[in-house]
């Protein structure tokens, strides 16, 4: 098998990239590196993705690094179903319009929630409530414009059918939900978005890409012996936290 996926389940976008895989059944042999060992600054690591970040792809002699374009590229060489990346032009700039918003707004910032609530107490770094308290109100604007802004009416978010927009949106939410912030509370038409995605993905899917992030929130000490040069990527992390 050509095609090697390098994920780690605690990172939003190497579950978006496992998902897309697997509901499209695309052939492929997972490389599970793992963030808070430090897995990604290694040499080897750097012969697949010289940046040294997660997710990452290697497709026999072709190597590619970022999900959105990791996303792009399989969708091209497997020839997913349309909707995942419309060919449509109207269509497809919806699409991206969306990921260009998303990586701008929702990602590293639904996120925080984790680091606030989580991974912060682990390396004992607490965030003074008043940024605790800014991060959640911003956050909920940027839910109202996920919502009123991008869904709408719409059963997903860039029209009637799935696309990359979906799961890129959804995991990000998903991040803040099992750090102990409910972002669908209050919102029906999210949780019903977030139900129809998940209706698509499956039930025995999305647990098992989730799993790891599920025990990291449930039991914070499982991930212990970190080395100290990712404790204080951790706590610059943390220090960015507006």
């Known amino acids: 098998?050509?095609?090697k996926l390098y994920l780690d389940?605690?990172?939003?976008?190497?579950?978006?990239?496992?998902?897309?895989a697997k509901v499209n059944r695309i052939p492929f042999e997972l490389q599970t590196v793992e963030l808070f060992r430090g897995q990604h600054l290694t040499d080897d690591f750097a012969k697949v993705n010289r940046l040294k970040r997660l997710p990452a792809m290697k497709d026999g002699?072709?190597?590619?690094?970022?999900?959105v374009a990791i996303l792009h590229y399989l969708s091209q060489k497997y020839k997913t179903p349309d909707h995942w990346f419309p060919t449509d032009l109207q269509a497809r700039a919806r699409v991206e319009e969306y990921l260009y918003w998303h990586g701008d707004s929702i990602r590293g910032t639904l996120g925080t929630v984790l680091w606030i609530q989580v991974l912060g107490p682990l390396?004992?770094?607490?965030?003074?409530?008043?940024k605790v308290d800014k991060n959640r109100a911003f956050i909920t604007k940027l839910l109202q414009h996920l919502e009123q802004s991008f869904l709408q009416d719409k059963p997903f978010l860039t029209g009637d059918q799935i696309s990359v927009a979906d799961l890129m949106a959804l995991e990000e939410l998903m991040q803040a939900v099992y750090a102990g912030f409910d972002v669908f509370e209050g919102r029906p038409?999210?949780?019903?978005?977030?139900?129809?995605?998940e209706a698509i993905l499956g039930e025995k899917l999305c647990q098992e890409t989730r799993e790891a992030l599920h025990k990291l929130c449930?039991?914070?000490t499982t991930?212990?012996?970190i080395p100290s040069s990712i404790k204080d990527w951790m706590m610059l992390r943390i220090s960015k936290i507006p």
């Open 1 to 3: 098998m050509s095609l």
């Open 9 to 20: 389940f605690l990172s939003q976008p190497c579950r978006v990239l496992y998902f897309f």
């Open 61 to 67: 002699d072709f190597t590619l690094a970022e999900s």
């Open 123 to 130: 390396i004992d770094v607490h965030v003074p409530k008043e």
């Open 189 to 197: 038409k999210l949780a019903a978005w977030c139900g129809r995605v």
């Open 218 to 220: 449930a039991e914070p």
């Open 223 to 225: 991930l212990k012996d």
